[in-house]
């Protein structure tokens, strides 16, 4: 049995339950065991308290990882966002002493440490890494045929490469096989690594502008490739092209009709899964139409 740390983060439990909802159904169904804490903290994006005062940001960061370290178990995180803050933390760390030496002065002060043995996963990197393509493909029970389904990779999954170590920082393509092991067709488009600004759409009115006008291109490109629907690894990416369809058909009177999953819930249809047990009743876009299309 494989055991995970979980760290949920801030969006996923309270914006995106449906999501968690699913992630644990999936989990539970490969046999994986979650363990929870109950005294982590915020991954603290760089451009919170590292703006102030950089070592105690990063101390804050480190944190979670110093936790999982106690835990001996892979930190799996819900969010890209903070697999991308907590990865940058450890690079950071486990590359530099003296930062290294700084942060744990902090850290002393609560009581713990970092060593560097931290290891820290992401929902669709365990899923490709530790359960692998050829795997998920084999517990395909309900293949999703028919389904043309546009990956969104979003950006924290794979960038900066040197912190994420996972997939190509030009070219990312595991999602795609991934989506292609649920039976599914992964449609190519060209915004599918592209960012939404997920997070920095709540700073303000020139971020919501800009994230809007993002979102607007990504879903044009993906409803001209022939989607059906999209297919995030990120619960801010999943709100931002949700949000974004909603007032683009408000604002501009364009209809997309493009439910956007997270991947943990197409792969759960394909297990066998019901809607009901993966919290798709839970999304902003009823994907009711496409699923019964599908016979789900």
Excluded: W
């Excluded at 449906?18 to 065991?33: H, P, T, W």
């Amino acid at each position: 049995m494989t055991e995970y740390l979980l760290y949920p983060g801030c969006v996923a439990s309270v914006r995106e339950l449906g999501y968690e909802i699913a992630m644990r159904a999936v989990f539970k169904e490969l046999g994986a065991d979650l363990k929870g804490r109950d005294d982590f903290n915020c991954c603290m994006p760089a451009c919170l308290v590292h703006s102030v005062d950089y070592v105690r940001g990063l101390a804050l960061t480190s944190r979670n990882l110093a936790i999982a370290e106690e835990e001996e178990m892979p930190l799996l995180t819900l969010c890209s966002s903070c697999f991308g803050n907590l990865s940058r933390a450890k690079y950071l760390l486990d590359t530099n002493k003296e930062l290294r030496r700084d942060v744990n002065k902090h850290l002393s002060a609560v009581g713990r440490e970092y060593t560097g043995k931290a290891k820290v996963k992401h929902v669709v990197t365990a899923l490709y890494e530790d359960y692998t393509p050829e795997v998920l493909n084999n517990i395909n029970v309900e293949p999703l045929t028919g389904l043309k389904a546009a990956p969104f990779y979003g950006c924290h999954l794979f960038l900066p490469q040197r912190y994420a170590k996972f997939d190509d920082s030009d070219f990312p393509e595991k999602l795609d096989h991934l989506i292609q092991m649920t039976g599914a067709d992964s449609v190519d488009y060209h915004e599918k690594s592209s960012c939404c600004i997920g997070c920095g759409s709540f700073f303000g009115k020139v971020s919501e502008e800009a994230s809007f006008k993002l979102a607007e291109v990504i879903l044009d490109d993906a409803k001209v490739a022939g989607a059906d629907a999209l297919v995030a690894t990120c619960p801010f990416c999943m709100m931002q092209l949700e949000v974004g369809q909603m007032k683009l058909k408000e604002e501009k009177g364009k209809l997309y009709d493009l439910p956007v999953f997270h991947y943990v819930d197409i792969l759960g249809l394909s297990m066998g899964l019901k809607p009901s047990e993966l919290g798709l009743d839970m999304r902003r876009l009823d994907p009711a139409p496409l699923l019964s299309r599908l016979g789900r």
